[in-house]
């Protein structure tokens, strides 16, 4: 699986071309499947879901021009049949994951087996804040707002670094280089802290650092 793991979407032209070159292919001929479950354990949740669908938020995604879009409803998965979702899963040509919580998210990946799923995958997963955040080893607990049922700020680790996103957000106040030094002096690997304007495309393991913004790594 190909990875293009941002804080807050497609921003600007470098991150979008990336995700075309991903693709291979131009985004008018390509499908997506849309995940917001990680968004309904935030507050007003239901809303920001609405506004990612619909193309109303600040974090281009769903607007981009895609041939076909759908959703993926984590929460839903588990009681239907496989046979239902799998197939098309399978077949598209991108996964437009929001953010929201990430452990909540992580949580319903595994849950539904799309975490299992994921390495198999041809498609291109774009992650957006929480939804780049949960391919990685873990958190840390700076990020930690609702408690899975074994506790703890274990993701994925589909990748093996860890992000601080939204740095220096004029709407985060403390989302500041000095918190993202604290914050990965507690990680155990590489962490990467982020702004809006960059993203970081994965493939095959292979790390490339797409931005026209800001970004640091710790721990290299």
């Known amino acids: 699986m190909k990875f293009l793991l941002t804080s807050a979407g497609i921003k600007n032209k470098r991150i979008h071309d990336t995700l075309i070159n991903l693709l291979g292919k131009p985004i008018s001929e390509s499908s997506a499947l849309c995940i917001t479950t990680g968004l309904y354990a935030i507050?007003?949740?239901?809303?920001k879901a609405w506004q990612f669908f619909s193309g109303q938020s600040t974090t281009p995604m769903c607007e981009l021009g895609w041939k076909s879009m759908g959703?993926?409803?984590?929460?839903?998965?588990?009681?239907?049949?496989k046979e239902r979702w799998v197939p098309?899963?399978?077949?598209?040509?991108?996964?437009?994951?929001?953010?929201?919580?990430?452990?909540?998210?992580?949580?319903w990946m595994r849950q539904s087996g799309l975490a299992d799923l994921l390495p198999s995958l041809r498609a291109v997963y774009v992650g957006l804040s929480a939804g780049s955040m949960v391919m990685a080893p873990n958190i840390g607990e700076?990020?930690?707002?609702?408690?899975?049922?074994?506790g703890g700020d274990d993701t994925l680790?589909?990748?093996?670094?860890?992000?601080?996103?939204?740095?220096?957000?004029?709407m985060l106040p403390d989302n500041t280089m000095a918190a993202a030094e604290r914050w990965a002096a507690g990680m155990k690997g590489p962490a990467y802290a982020i702004d809006d304007e960059t993203a970081i495309k994965?493939?095959?393991?292979?790390?490339?650092?797409?931005?026209?913004g800001h970004w640091k790594l710790f721990g290299s």
């Not at 993926?72 to 998965?77: K, M, S």
């Not at 700076?142 to 074994?150: A, D, K, T």
């Open 71 to 81: 959703v993926l409803e984590l929460t839903a998965l588990p009681s239907i049949d």
């Open 157 to 170: 680790r589909l990748v093996d670094f860890s992000i601080f996103p939204h740095l220096d957000h004029e």
């Open 43 to 47: 507050p007003g949740g239901a809303e």
């Open 88 to 107: 098309m899963v399978q077949e598209t040509d991108v996964l437009l994951v929001n953010g929201g919580d990430p452990l909540y998210l992580c949580y």
């Open 142 to 150: 700076y990020f930690v707002g609702w408690i899975p049922p074994g």
């Open 202 to 212: 994965v493939v095959d393991g292979a790390v490339e650092v797409v931005s026209e």
